[in-house]
């Protein structure tokens, strides 16, 4: 089994933005835009895992922080995909070119996703994060973009992969909380706080209205969490 984390990171949300994908010091892959967001970043880190052990049988454990990318694949792309790419309200759903690339890279493909918390300490995930964030970074300096070796030779996996996965149904009951920093670059879809892609669900609207101060702490929490701000907000009730 194949073992490798994938992160996105955009400064900005749209923003300079970089994905990249780690199995190894030795073995790993990074890109970017001048302007993305964080999702398109999530979504290419794992195209491109697929894409570089595409000439591999072996299964691919997904590490992920993700869990907008995790659902889109596993819960759902099908019904997207039925409802010719559209959610349940009829709107278009986003990303569709790099969802529809995604799916035909899976296409054959032995794989599972584990959800991983970010930022709190997990190796696979920080290495992925770091390096997206560097790409991120290089474009809004205009600096070198690191890309790395790429998947040369075996790829051997990290030694400690294996002990550092954090199983899917388990997590920490305290997590650490995010330095400020991180929270300031790890932006995620904030300003569209409950416009949240799930088709399969009976929804219903509640209007909530917050303080600027409110919005911040809930959006703190949430990452702190490994949750986005409105599953973070649905947990609560």
């Not at 072996?58 to 409802?83: F, H, P």
């Not at 991983?116 to 560097?134: L, S, W």
């Not at 929490?221 to 947990?235: N, Y």
Request: hydrophobic share 40%; glycine share 8%; net charge negative.
């Amino acid at each position: 089994m194949i073992i490798a984390a994938a992160d996105g990171s955009a400064l900005g949300n749209p923003g300079p933005a970089g994905w990249a994908w780690y199995v190894s010091d030795d073995c790993w892959a990074a890109g970017g835009w001048p302007r993305a967001t964080n999702n398109q970043g999530e979504l290419t880190a794992v195209l491109e895992l697929f894409r570089a052990t595409a000439h591999l049988d072996d299964e691919l454990l997904v590490q992920c922080d993700s869990q907008y990318v995790i659902n889109s694949v596993t819960k759902w792309m099908a019904g997207w995909k039925r409802k010719g790419w559209r959610k349940a309200d009829g709107s278009p759903v986003l990303n569709r070119e790099l969802l529809e690339q995604l799916d035909d890279a899976l296409a054959g493909r032995r794989y599972r996703f584990e959800w991983v918390r970010g930022h709190v300490g997990h190796p696979m995930n920080e290495a992925a994060d770091e390096r997206a964030r560097a790409v991120a970074e290089a474009y809004r300096r205009g600096g070198d973009i690191p890309s790395g070796p790429g998947w040369v030779g075996e790829c051997e996996p990290a030694t400690d992969a294996a002990d550092a996965a954090l199983p899917v149904e388990s997590a920490p009951s305290e997590p650490a909380v995010p330095a400020a920093a991180a929270l300031a670059d790890r932006e995620t879809e904030d300003a569209a706080l409950f416009d949240f892609d799930e088709p399969e669900a009976d929804w219903r609207t509640l209007p909530l209205e917050l303080t600027t101060e409110e919005h911040t702490r809930l959006v703190e929490r949430a990452r702190a969490a490994g949750l986005t701000p409105e599953e973070f907000l649905r947990g609560l009730i």
